[in-house]
């Protein structure tokens, strides 16, 4: 079973670096010790300074653009005969250096303040916070609650998910480019997708309950000191635990060791709230009858964990809550079994009905 898990995947395995061997786990600890670094010490501000950026979270974006372009080169070399590739890994490049470090640089040049317009609550757990909107000018404000709770919901619906988490995204967009030599190893295994939905589900409760507590805070300010220290206690545990050590010192760190999308998988609010969104809409990935040949490969590219040669082998199309549709399966099948689609799918589709797996 474990030699059939890896059909499709080729000279990968060979490679040291991408199949968990001692160069893998060195990566990976010099990838989370960058991270302790910059979230906890003040070890990179003067780095940034030298270098004329306003301070370190700027260096950061600095070198997120430079991993990025990297990674869309190499992952271009490799799948960049496929059309969809090539324009989601541009729109990726091209988000993540004009809207997420260009933007708020000249924004901080001219008016001392910042904003990132591709990330949205809940992903940015603060933004929808009263403090972050009062303190916004009323145009950031209002852009951040319409996008936040109007639009992306509303384009998950029409378009999947993947519009946001395979297209704008900076974590998916990271994880796209220089994540992509490590995709193979997400684990397929029906352990794992319990874990995935018990964790990504947990997080999402707990980022309503801090915004819901922090606005209730907001509301009634400092009449109620107990209250007032037990929502800025809230807001501080998620923003240590959920902020910066789920979704940067493990959720990165950990793509040589668990593939580039542990923080997208297993943790992210935003793709759990999308998902559920995507479940009711028009995104599918159509399957075509008695074509499959069990090759393994589209189940190997999966970054996010969905068997989906299960699917195939029954001539099932489907939509899960998971999927980013990053085409990765559509694009490596051999014989164009798999399409993914935006239509009025039958009820069918939406759910997993009567699939045989095992948990490898």
């Known amino acids: 079973m474990y030699q059939q898990g890896q059909n499709g995947l080729m000279h990968t395995w060979r490679q040291g670096w991408r199949s968990r061997n001692l160069g893998a786990w060195l990566l990976a600890a010099c990838m989370m010790g960058f991270y302790v670094d910059l979230y906890w010490f003040d070890h990179l ?34 799948h960049g005969n496929s059309r969809y590739n090539r324009v989601r890994i541009g729109v990726n490049v091209g988000v993540q ?19 990132y317009f591709s ?25 951040g609650l319409l996008a936040s709770l109007v639009l992306a ?31 193979h190893l997400t684990s397929k295994s029906t352990r794992s997708w319990r874990f995935e939905k018990a964790a990504i589900y947990t997080v999402l409760g707990l980022v309503i309950f801090m915004t819901a507590v922090v606005g209730l805070k907001g509301l009634v300010g400092n009449d109620h000191p107990q209250f007032a220290a037990f929502a800025g206690g809230t807001k501080q545990v998620y923003g240590f635990l959920v ?5 940067g010192v493990l959720g990165t760190g950990l793509y040589p060791l668990l593939g580039p999308r542990v923080w997208c998988r297993n943790f992210c609010p935003m793709a759990a709230l999308l998902g ?8 599918r990935i159509a399957v075509k009858d008695d074509m499959c040949i069990s090759c393994g490969n589209c189940s190997a590219y999966c970054e996010m964990g969905i068997d989906v040669r299960s699917y195939a082998q029954s ?12 085409g990765m399966c559509a694009h490596v099948c051999p014989r164009g079994v798999l399409k993914l689609e935006n239509r009025w799918n039958a009820q069918g589709d939406k759910a997993r009905q009567h699939i045989v797996t095992l948990d490898l």
């Open 276 to 283: 559920l969104v995507q479940k009711l809409g028009r995104f």
């Open 153 to 183: 919901p509303v384009l998950a619906f029409f378009f999947g998910k993947r519009w946001y988490c395979s297209w704008v995204c900076g974590c998916g967009g990271l994880a796209n480019t220089f994540g992509d030599p490590w995709r």
């Open 315 to 326: 001539n099932q199309s489907f939509t899960r809550a998971a999927c980013v549709g990053c």
């Open 243 to 247: 902020g910066a050590v789920l979704s």
């Open 45 to 78: 501000e003067p780095v940034a300074r030298t270098l004329g950026l306003p301070n370190r979270w700027f260096l950061y974006g600095a070198l997120y653009c430079v991993g990025m372009i990297g990674g869309a080169i190499r992952t271009l070399r490799r």
């Open 97 to 115: 250096v004009l809207l997420a470090f260009t933007l708020p640089w000249v924004m901080q040049a001219f008016t001392g303040h910042d904003f």
């Open 119 to 143: 990330y949205l609550w809940p992903l940015k757990y603060d933004l929808l916070l009263p403090d972050t909107l009062w303190n916004l000018p009323l145009y950031l404000a209002i852009y």
